[in-house]
């Protein structure tokens, strides 16, 4: 991966069950120059993660099954605050509620170049 101009410097939460593949997101990330926040690995570390940051978090990738948990908590938080977010899954798009049926998706296993592009274009300036 070649660091991003759009995402250099730029603060990205990850949430994400699965270590593995929550570090193979992170490394993606951050070598398109990104401070990757997280992994949280439920919807609850999630949370406190985006209320503890003194600096405001420029976007986010979402698993959204954390452990039989759902992560829309924390794409409603994000999007109250304006922050946009991609989901990472294995779901069908039938099964996301259609209050987030216009959120981009990488389907799982994530393909990294794939999820470098979705972020890059989530990060570019108005």
Do not use: W
Request: charged share 30%.
């Amino acid at each position: 991966m070649v660091e991003s101009r759009e995402a250099r410097g730029k603060r990205v939460l990850v949430v994400e069950d699965e270590y593995l593949l929550a570090m193979d997101i992170a490394n993606s990330l951050e070598d398109m120059g990104v401070e990757v926040i997280g992994p949280a690995a439920s919807v609850n570390e999630a949370l406190i993660l985006i209320e503890k940051r003194d600096e405001p978090l420029d976007a986010a990738v979402l698993d959204i099954n954390l452990r039989n948990e759902r992560v829309y908590p924390v794409a409603d938080r994000l999007s109250d605050r304006g922050i946009p977010y991609v989901f990472t899954t294995g779901y069908d798009l039938a099964v996301i509620p259609d209050d987030y049926s216009g959120v981009q998706r990488c389907e799982k296993p994530v393909n990294s170049d794939h999820l470098v592009r979705v972020i890059s274009s989530l990060l570019k300036p108005d």
